[in-house]
C-alpha cells in the first residue's frame, strides 16, 4: 500500500530558483491538497483540488502554482522561491472533501537560501 | 477570526493516562478531527467527532462538546510510542479545515 507519495524528500533551493514538487496518490481519491508546516503553527492550505483538472486557492496560496492533469497526480510549483518559503511541504488525499479523514504523504523538507 | 487552542506541551508518565484539550471559535461547525504525527512524519488520523459525546477506539477515546466549543482526545494506558504531536482541526460552515497548532505529548518512563 503506497498511499500518497511525495517527491522529493527534501531539497536545498537558491532563492530565485524554480521547481516542482510531485505528489502522487493510488487510492483513486477524488480530493487532494498542499499544505505547508511550519514551526509553532498549524498546517496552512496552499491550494487544493477536488478532481482531475481542477484547482483551488487555499489559504496561503501566494508564490506557489498547482496542476492536476491526472486524478493521480498533484504538482505543486514554485516559480521563484524565498526564504520564506522554507518549510515542510505535505500533500494529502481524501476520497469526499474535508469531513473525510485525509491520508498524508511522508513530507517535503524544503530550504531555500 | 476562527481559532484552535490546545496547549503546545504535555508531559505524561507510561503507562497513566493523559487527556489532551482543544477548543475551537469558527463560523459554524461541521465536525472535529484529531491527528497524530510522529516527529518528522505524516499526520494520520485518528478520530473524527461531529455530534456531542465520547467516541472510544481501543486506548484512545475523543469526545465533543458543540456547545462548549470544545473537545479532547483521551489517551489511555500510554507507551512511549504514543510520543508524538496530536493536531486538532476544526470544519468550519463553509467546509474549510482549520488546524490547531498541535500538542507536543512527551512520555517519560
Known amino acids: 500500500n503506497a498511499g500518497v507519495t511525495q517527491t522529493p524528500k527534501f531539497r536545498v533551493l537558491k532563492t530565485g530558483q524554480s521547481m516542482t514538487l510531485l505528489c502522487a496518490q493510488d487510492?483513486?481519491?477524488?480530493?487532494m491538497y498542499w499544505y505547508r508546516q511550519d514551526p509553532g503553527m498549524g498546517l496552512r492550505l496552499i491550494h487544493y483540488s477536488v478532481g482531475e483538472g481542477t484547482t483551488a486557492k487555499g489559504e496561503v496560496p501566494d508564490g506557489y502554482n498547482v496542476s492536476r492533469l491526472k486524478k493521480q497526480n498533484f504538482l505543486l510549483g514554485l516559480e521563484s522561491a524565498a526564504p520564506s518559503q522554507t518549510s515542510v511541504y505535505f500533500c494529502?488525499?481524501?476520497?469526499?472533501?474535508?469531513?473525510?479523514?485525509?491520508?498524508f504523504g511522508d513530507g517535503t523538507r524544503l530550504s531555500i537560501l | 477570526g476562527q481559532n484552535i487552542d490546545q496547549p503546545t506541551e504535555m508531559t505524561a508518565t507510561e503507562g497513566a493516562i493523559v487527556q489532551i484539550n482543544c477548543t475551537y471559535q469558527t463560523s459554524g461547525f461541521n465536525g472535529l478531527f484529531w491527528y497524530q504525527q510522529h516527529a518528522g512524519e505524516a499526520p494520520t488520523f485518528l478520530s473524527y467527532n461531529v455530534l456531542d459525546g465520547l467516541e472510544e477506539k481501543g486506548r484512545f477515546s475523543s469526545f465533543l462538546s458543540r456547545s462548549k466549543g470544545y473537545s479532547y482526545l483521551l489517551l489511555k494506558e500510554l507507551q512511549m510510542k504514543d510520543s508524538a504531536s496530536y493536531l486538532c482541526a476544526a470544519v468550519d460552515s463553509n467546509y474549510q479545515l482549520i488546524w490547531g497548532a498541535g500538542t507536543k505529548l512527551i512520555i517519560k518512563p
Open positions: 494529502a488525499s481524501s476520497q469526499g472533501g474535508v469531513s473525510q479523514p485525509q491520508h
Open positions: 487510492m483513486n481519491h477524488e480530493y
